[in-house]
């Protein structure tokens, strides 16, 4: 057996490779979009809290359709999903180069497309953390989760860090265009993928209410799920903010320009991937839920450090820090979810995991971009910092007093 599939045994899967190659050149232009938007909308507005704004419309479809998304990937199959909205986002991102190149665009328009990728993306990515375990089985799915988390942070280091160069020294649409044309790779990837026959349930369909409370129930009735969604909800309010806090904080705290605020993004992403690796590396030993209340507590300690910060260096560091602090507690929540769940109630089970990590980003954002325009991001960082500490310790004492209750009757 070669290296490669020693110690990444889930690229044995002919499948995951095709997927896993598309996503490796598709996430590049992701992380090169957001980075292109964030610094577009700061320049039409100069507002830290239209910048919240817009985020947090980009995420609230996630918040409201979630559960229902659910129900859909659960019924149909998962790859023509994919392609459909890949398709879609592709051409949202054309639209938006073009609006850019032609100098029309305007805070409203841009308003508009977060919001149409925000409905997109909630069927989008759930859809795709629950097709990974379709492709790889659960025995390499802790595998595939951690190789998955390689690449988007090794994209949220290139990406950009590419999108400070286009923007420095060619214009901001171009940004844009890469990004749209970047999703040829992985739409090419999903057509060639050869599924094995779906087998149709059996039985009629319960109404779609009440497939949606079936996948509530479950994840209620599981400690370790309902748990492990909890401390993800304190996490993504509080503590992931760095798509509204970190351009203002390099304006703002670190007198940066466009460069160097794609090299702090940058920088996060290099530390996120470097958490990547490491689960990957140690994937054999199965998840450890150790790791989700460790490393939310680490990044609640880098938000506060960082947010004292006037030196651009240090904030490098720190936020490297904190990326690899996320990642593995993204990763970790990840796997634990699939791995306690049955396949027929995947799609619901993950587009919780989405709703919760992703839908409920707007309450952070416009938290974060509020606090921002009233005290500044540094001291918005510290506050988050410390949130997400006393909050973490809340949930570890009751999730041990709910342990000790079980254990005595």
């Given at each position: 057996?070669?290296?490669?599939?020693?110690?990444?045994?889930?690229?044995?899967?002919?499948?995951?490779?095709?997927?896993?190659?598309?996503?490796?050149?598709?996430?590049?232009?992701?992380?090169?979009?957001n980075v292109g938007q964030a610094w577009l909308?700061?320049?039409?507005?100069?507002?830290?809290?239209?910048?919240?704004?817009?985020?947090?419309?980009?995420?609230?479809?996630?918040?409201?359709?979630?559960?229902?998304?659910?129900?859909?990937?659960?019924?149909?199959?998962?790859?023509?999903?994919?392609?459909?909205?890949?398709?879609?986002?592709?051409?949202?991102?054309?639209?938006?180069?073009?609006?850019?190149?032609?100098?029309?665009?305007?805070?409203?328009?841009?308003?508009?497309?977060?919001?149409?990728?925000?409905l997109v993306t909630t069927i989008d990515h759930?859809?795709?953390?629950?097709?990974?375990?379709?492709?790889?089985?659960?025995?390499?799915?802790?595998?595939?989760?951690?190789?998955?988390?390689?690449?988007?942070?090794?994209?949220?280091?290139?990406?950009?860090?590419?999108?400070?160069?286009?923007?420095?020294?060619?214009?901001?649409?171009?940004?844009?265009?890469?990004?749209?044309?970047?999703?040829?790779?992985?739409?090419?990837?999903?057509?060639?993928?050869?599924?094995?026959?779906?087998?149709?349930?059996?039985?009629?369909?319960?109404?779609?209410?009440?497939?949606?409370?079936?996948?509530?129930?479950?994840?209620?009735?599981?400690?370790?799920?309902?748990?492990?969604?909890?401390?993800?909800?304190?996490?993504?309010?509080?503590?992931?903010?760095?798509?509204?806090?970190?351009?203002?904080?390099?304006?703002?705290?670190?007198?940066?320009?466009?460069?160097?605020?794609?090299?702090?993004?940058?920088?996060?992403?290099?530390?996120?991937?470097?958490?990547?690796?490491?689960?990957?590396?140690?994937?054999?030993?199965?998840?450890?839920?150790?790791?989700?209340?460790?490393?939310?507590l680490a990044l609640g300690i880098m938000l506060?450090?960082?947010?004292?910060?006037?030196?651009?260096?240090?904030?490098?560091?720190?936020?490297?820090?904190?990326?690899?602090?996320?990642?593995?507690?993204?990763?970790?929540?990840?796997?634990?979810?699939?791995?306690?769940?049955?396949?027929?109630?995947?799609?619901?089970?993950?587009?919780?995991?989405?709703?919760?990590?992703?839908?409920?980003?707007?309450?952070?954002?416009?938290?974060?971009?509020?606090?921002?325009?009233?005290?500044?991001?540094?001291?918005?960082?510290?506050?988050?910092?410390?949130?997400?500490?006393?909050?973490?310790?809340?949930?570890?004492?009751?999730?041990?007093?709910?342990?000790?209750?079980?254990?005595?009757?």
């Amino acid at each position: 057996m070669k290296l490669t599939e020693k110690t990444f045994p889930a690229l044995r899967h002919r499948n995951f490779r095709l997927f896993w190659s598309g996503q490796c050149i598709s996430l590049i232009g992701t992380w090169m979009q957001n980075v292109g938007q964030a610094w577009l909308v700061l320049q039409l507005t100069r507002s830290a809290w239209l910048l919240g704004v817009v985020s947090a419309l980009q995420f609230a479809p996630m918040f409201f359709f979630a559960l229902f998304a659910g129900v859909i990937i659960d019924r149909y199959p998962k790859r023509k999903i994919l392609i459909i909205t890949q398709s879609i986002l592709m051409l949202q991102a054309f639209v938006l180069a073009a609006l850019v190149w032609a100098g029309a665009i305007r805070y409203w328009q841009i308003v508009v497309l977060a919001v149409i990728l925000g409905l997109v993306t909630t069927i989008d990515h759930p859809t795709r953390q629950a097709y990974v375990v379709e492709m790889v089985g659960k025995t390499d799915l802790m595998n595939a989760i951690a190789l998955n988390s390689s690449i988007f942070n090794a994209a949220r280091v290139v990406g950009p860090a590419l999108a400070g160069i286009l923007m420095t020294f060619l214009s901001l649409w171009v940004s844009f265009l890469v990004n749209g044309l970047s999703f040829i790779a992985v739409l090419v990837g999903l057509t060639l993928i050869s599924d094995p026959p779906r087998i149709p349930r059996a039985g009629r369909r319960a109404p779609v209410l009440a497939e949606v409370k079936e996948g509530l129930r479950f994840a209620r009735g599981s400690q370790s799920i309902a748990s492990t969604l909890l401390l993800m909800a304190v996490v993504s309010i509080f503590g992931v903010n760095f798509n509204v806090l970190v351009p203002v904080f390099a304006q703002g705290a670190l007198g940066q320009s466009a460069g160097g605020y794609g090299f702090l993004v940058s920088s996060l992403g290099l530390g996120a991937l470097a958490g990547a690796v490491t689960l990957a590396a140690a994937s054999r030993s199965g998840p450890k839920t150790g790791f989700l209340r460790t490393a939310a507590l680490a990044l609640g300690i880098m938000l506060i450090l960082l947010g004292l910060q006037k030196s651009y260096w240090v904030s490098l560091v720190l936020l490297a820090l904190a990326g690899w602090a996320m990642i593995v507690f993204n990763a970790s929540a990840n796997t634990s979810l699939q791995i306690s769940t049955p396949d027929h109630l995947r799609g619901r089970v993950m587009s919780l995991f989405s709703l919760v990590f992703v839908g409920f980003s707007p309450f952070g954002s416009l938290y974060a971009g509020g606090l921002a325009r009233l005290l500044g991001a540094g001291p918005t960082f510290v506050l988050s910092g410390a949130i997400v500490v006393v909050l973490l310790a809340a949930v570890s004492r009751g999730r041990s007093a709910g342990k000790r209750s079980a254990s005595q009757s």
